[in-house]
Nanobody, 129 residues
Framework: QVQLVESGGGSVQAGGSLRLSCVPS????????MGWFRQAPGKEREGVAA???????SYAESVSGRFTISQDNAKNTLYLQMNSLKPEDTAMYYC???????????????????????WGQGTQVTVYS
């Protein structure tokens, strides 16, 4: 089992920034995909940004140029830097991981046959105008 613990959510005015962090309890494979997903009330969960063990990244068009996903291997932490936040970014944000090789885009689009694997408990991001 792998536990994912997120932090860094909160409330911010439109145009502001937040940084989310996710710490996995362990890695069970040297190949993996990790990412950030969000779900707003009444909407489907969507993949915001994802990164694989080779450092490749994938972003949703709605956040491209505003959000940056990164990983600090020394600190064993996944980050999501969110800039120029908009009210429509308001959602519960979840960290997820697949341990093992997987197509990064399919992982972000939640299209892997085996599912996303492991999920964190979520952290709320609220952007007010």
């Amino acid at each position: 089992q792998v536990q994912l613990v997120e932090s860094g959510g909160g409330s911010v005015q439109a145009g502001g920034s937040l940084r989310l962090s996710c710490v996995p309890s362990r890695y069970t494979s040297s190949s993996y995909c990790m990412g950030w997903f969000r779900q707003a009330p009444g909407k489907e969960r969507e993949g915001v940004a994802a990164i694989d063990s080779d450092g490749n990244t994938s972003y949703a068009e709605s956040v491209s140029g505003r959000f940056t996903i990164s990983q600090d291997n020394a600190k064993n932490t996944l980050y999501l830097q969110m800039n120029s936040l908009k009210p429509e970014d308001t959602a519960m944000y979840y960290c997820a991981a697949v341990m093992g090789p997987a197509p990064l885009l399919l992982f972000r689009l939640l299209m892997l046959p085996s599912g996303a694997g492991y999920w964190g408990q979520g952290t709320q991001v609220t952007v007010y105008s």
